[in-house]
């Protein structure tokens, strides 16, 4: 069985409460920019030599038996076979799947995790993993170490995530990189809304192919293939080494 909405309790933290209140005091909103700095550095620490990843969002909320499951979990096994890392939010339900397809398949596993009172927690599929206080932290490095997003059926989280990444590609903040939405029957009603978009030209008719929609993992393997690997050169990458100084590793 799936479980509901009302099975979770959103939170956010008191540190966060207090910051988005409004104004404080110069100190008071000083120490928290040096909580996100110590908070970033603590990322790029961590993620540095995870390698080339390809970053899969979904849902935290569906169970290892339903057929979304199945189709992340051959995903991760797909991906990690061009050689790439699989990252994800690090917690259950899709994420673990897409973890796990990794693993099984001889890759590396990774996980951003976010601090929640429930729903999140890292899965038993991770090989490294980071565990994030801020959102906008956790959604900067899933952004920045990965050479593309696959987006699996999930909820509001899951669609910020993907209208973030093609709103920095539609206006030139990043690189065009693949983009691959997963589930044509799940997403149907929003390519209608994408389409009303260009229909009532709030969006270009170009900004529909910012990204591929399909059902197929072999098409979704291919695009990675050509617009990862070609367009961005990575196997002629040379590979960065850890300094033990620093307490790196990979």
């Not at 790029?44 to 909320?61: D, E, L, N, Q, Y």
């Not at 790439?84 to 397809?101: D, Y």
């Not at 065009?176 to 997403?187: A, N, R, T």
């Amino acid at each position: 069985m799936e479980q509901s909405s009302k099975d979770f309790t959103p939170s956010i933290s008191d540190e966060e409460l207090f910051f988005l209140e409004g104004p404080h005091s110069r100190w008071e909103e000083l120490l928290f920019i040096f909580g996100a700095l110590k908070e970033f550095i603590y990322g790029f620490r961590k993620m540095h030599f995870v390698g080339p990843c390809v970053t899969i969002f979904g849902s935290a909320r569906f169970s290892e038996s339903h057929p979304f499951y199945i189709t992340a979990r051959q995903l991760g096994h797909e991906i990690v076979k061009l050689g790439f890392a699989v990252i994800t939010g690090g917690g259950p339900g899709l994420m673990e799947a897409a973890n796990r397809g990794a693993k099984e398949a001889g890759g590396r596993s990774v996980g951003c995790n976010i601090v929640l009172p429930k729903e999140q927690k890292p899965n038993k599929y991770l090989d490294r993993w980071v565990t994030i206080n801020y959102f906008f932290i956790r959604k900067i490095l899933l952004t920045k170490y990965s050479y593309a997003f696959v987006v699996m059926p999930g909820g509001y989280g899951t669609l910020d995530e993907f209208f973030e990444a093609i709103t920095m590609i539609q206006t030139g903040k990043i690189s065009k990189f693949p983009i691959v939405l997963m589930g044509k029957e799940y997403h149907k009603y929003l390519m209608e809304h994408i389409d009303n978009m260009i229909k009532e030209k709030t969006i270009s008719p170009q900004d529909a192919e910012l990204f591929l929609f399909t059902d197929s993992i072999e098409e979704a393997i291919g695009h990675i293939n050509k617009f990862a690997i070609a367009g961005f050169g990575l196997k002629k990458k040379k590979k960065m080494r850890p300094f033990g100084i620093l307490g790196e590793r990979r």
